[in-house]
C-alpha cells in the first residue's frame, strides 16, 4: 500500500505548497471596500501601503501589483498553464492577442499560455454604494516540454455549466463537490483547455472544491498509481483522516490505494483537492517563465524582450472594462460569449 495519511499537515499562507504537476496555488481572499469612480478603492484608503508591489493585508485587503485597480497588470507568460477559479468578486482580464472577459460567481478561466503570452488579471470593485469582497484561487499546472510551445489559449468554464453533485454519508449528512478537472464518481468535469495536461484522462488531473456538512463523511477513492493528491483544508474546524486530527487552514497529502473516510468537525469545511500524474521532466522557472532548462528561459526572456508576445493592444496595462459591463468572454476572431 503507498499510504501517506496526513503525516505532515502544512500551514497554509498566501501562497500554498504544491506537488507536481501542479507549480502554484494562491488563495486570494480580500474584503474591498467600496469602489470609486475608478472601480478602485477610496485614494485615501491607500495610505500607508506599497503601492505596485502591494502584498501586505492592511484593513483586510491588498492592491498586489496595482496602482489604482487591485490586481495583476500586464505581465507576460510562457510554458505552464493557469486555473483561476472566484467565488466572490469579479476578475477583468485583457490579454496580447485582443482576448477579454469579466468573470465571477464561482466562474473559471482556464488559460494555457504556452507559446507566451502577456494578460492582465485586475480586480474592479464595481460596487460604489457597499463594499467589494472577493475570493479567488489561482492554480499554476505544468506542461511538459512537448506542449511547451503550444498555441495560447483561454477558455471559460462558467459557474452554471460546471458540474456538481451532492452525496449523502450514512447519517444523512451532505457533501458537496464542485468537479472543476477530473470526476467525482460519475461526475465528470467540462472539457479542458486544449493542450493541457488535464485534457488526457491518463493523468488523472482534478481539481475540486468540496464543502462538507457539519459532522459529515466523506469517502475519498484510492488514487491512481504514481498520482499526487493534495487536499487543501482553507476553512472550517477540523478534520479526522483516519487517526490524524487536522485544524483548518492545513493541507496535507494524501495518497492511498484504498478508501479513506475523511470526517468533519462542527461548523461547514471547505477544502480544495489537486491531484495529478507528476511530469517526470526537468523544471527550471524564472518568475512567469517555467521551461525545461537554464538555457530555455534565456531564449523566452530575449523572445519577450523582441516581441512582446504579440505586444500590448490595450489602452493601459491596468485594462478594466465599464463598470456596468456583464460577464462575458471575447475570444480570437471576435466571438463574444455574454452571461447574466
Known sequence: MKTNLALNPKPLGFQWEVNNPFLFCAHHLDQFPAGNENMGPAPSLLKGRNIGQDFTLKDGWRMYHGQKVPGFPAHPHRGFETVTIVLQ????????????????????????????????EMFPLISQDKENPAELFQVW?????????????????????????????ENNKTVEITVIAGQAGDIKALPPAPDSWAADPENNVAILLVKMEPGATWTLAPSPPQVSRSLYFYRGDKLTVNDSLISAKHSFDLNTDSEIPIVNGNSDGYI???????????????????????????????????????GWPWPTHEHVFPRDKGRFARYVGGVEDTRP
Not at 158 to 169: A, G, H, K, V
Open 272 to 310: 480544495l483537492l489537486l491531484q495529478g500524474k507528476p511530469i517526470n521532466e526537468p523544471v527550471a522557472q524564472y518568475g512567469p517563465f517555467v521551461m525545461n532548462t537554464e538555457t530555455e528561459i534565456r531564449q523566452a526572456i530575449s523572445d519577450y524582450r523582441a516581441t512582446e508576445f504579440g
Open 89 to 120: 468578486g469579479f476578475v477583468d482580464h485583457s490579454d496580447s492577442h485582443g482576448q477579454a472577459g469579466r468573470y465571477g460567481k464561482g466562474d473559471v478561466q482556464w488559460m494555457i499560455a504556452g507559446s507566451g503570452l502577456q494578460h492582465c
Open 141 to 169: 499546472l505544468n506542461l511538459p516540454k512537448a506542449l511547451k510551445f503550444a498555441p495560447p489559449h483561454y477558455k471559460m468554464l462558467w459557474n452554471e455549466d460546471i458540474p456538481r453533485t451532492t452525496l449523502r454519508d
